[in-house]
């Protein structure tokens, strides 16, 4: 395969809200790296963060990144097209997405089996939002076959949910989920798929409720117009929700996700507040026998398998949950659509 000098890129070149669509180099392949031509790419919070340049992005991409400038994006699908020297894990032509966080493989967590959550974990050397991108060999994954590339760049997040969810048991119980952008709705998938019988949503965004009815919530609340807490307990006897998940990184709407669980409940917190939160520690946790899971990123590499049967066999389904995709010279538009609440999951394409 012929691969150019230059690519196009989406690239975060200042410490303020905004991003550029630049030509850059085509990252040089050194031993153990991939590099992939991009197909599809996906949106997560994190870019939005990273575009607005938030208190959130100020606090954590220089120590999450080697600072700007930097490519944009991390959830990806691609074709490998060079392969550096010792690698064994892929080889040109394969298609994959990839894990984003690179665990050490050295510290105490890793060797325990907990690499998600590596004492000395990295991030990519740069991101994905290009048109090549380059990743070391450990994080790609093949993607089944039969799944196409606009759903393998939904492989990582959705992994996420599958994370959260192997936590916890859902079967015949009530489960609520609280925000309901992309992971929250693929929390709903997984509620369902593990036998959750009452589903409630919650979410100020009317579209992302919509998504949320249509990914098989049960009951679509929106903390504006209602009490959300008041709803749960009404429509469970009194009790409030067996398992609950906290997408929403909002600090009111965490305090309200600790009220509407149920005693002896499950919270999984997955959202990431920019402001300290404040809790009843005495009822919200204590009184309440309350167990509490926060999850980082997704359990690597279990979730990845979890994820490749559950959506290489069919038994979940997500594609309908991609409910925009704009190619890479149109990513202002892309992102401040998602910034305002109405999209589902949006795909950057390159073009
Ligand atoms: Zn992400
Ligand atoms: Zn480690």
Redesign the pocket.
């Known amino acids: 395969m012929n691969i150019p000098k230059m690519m196009k890129a989406i690239v975060k070149t200042k410490e303020e809200r905004g991003a550029e669509y630049l030509e850059v180099l085509v990252p040089e392949v050194g031993p153990g790296e991939v590099l992939v031509k991009i197909k599809s790419c996906a949106v997560c919070g994190t870019d939005i963060h990273m575009y607005q340049w938030n208190a959130w992005a100020a606090a954590n991409v220089k120590k999450a990144y080697s600072g700007l400038p930097r490519i944009m994006g991390h959830e990806f699908s691609g074709e490998v097209v060079k392969v550096g020297e010792g690698v064994k894990k892929v080889k040109v032509g394969d298609r994959i997405a990839a894990e984003t966080h690179v665990?050490?493989?050295?510290?105490y967590?890793?060797r325990t089996g907990k690499?998600f959550n590596?004492?000395?974990v990295k991030r990519f050397k740069n991101g994905v939002y290009a048109e090549y991108a380059l990743i070391p060999e450990f994080c790609a994954e093949k993607i089944p076959d039969n799944i196409g590339y606009d759903v393998a760049a939904l492989f990582e997040p959705f992994s996420v949910a599958v994370h959260g969810a192997s936590y916890v048991r859902m079967v015949g119980d009530s489960v609520a989920v609280i925000g309901v952008g992309p992971i929250g709705l693929f929390s709903i998938k997984m509620a369902k798929t593990m036998g959750a019988t009452t589903i409630f949503a919650s979410d100020i965004s009317e579209y992302h409720l919509s998504l949320a009815e249509k990914a098989g919530a049960n009951y679509l609340l929106n903390p504006k117009e209602m009490d959300v807490v008041k709803e749960v307990r009404d429509a469970t006897d009194g009790l409030g929700a067996g398992v609950v998940f906290e997408t929403s990184g909002n600090v009111k709407a965490i305090k309200q996700a600790f009220e509407l669980l149920r005693k002896s409940g499950s919270m999984v917190m997955i959202g990431l507040p920019s402001e300290p939160l404040v809790l009843d520690a005495s009822s919200d946790i204590v009184w309440k026998g309350a167990t509490i899971y926060g999850v980082h990123g997704r359990d690597i590499f279990t979730s990845w398998e979890i994820s490749k049967n559950l959506l290489g066999s069919g038994k979940v389904e997500i594609e309908s949950l991609i409910t925009h995709r704009f190619k890479f010279n149109q990513f202002k538009k892309a992102l401040e659509l998602a910034e305002a609440g109405k999209t589902g999951k949006v795909l950057l394409l390159p073009e």
């Open positions: 665990p050490c493989g050295e510290c967590l890793c690499q590596c004492q000395n």
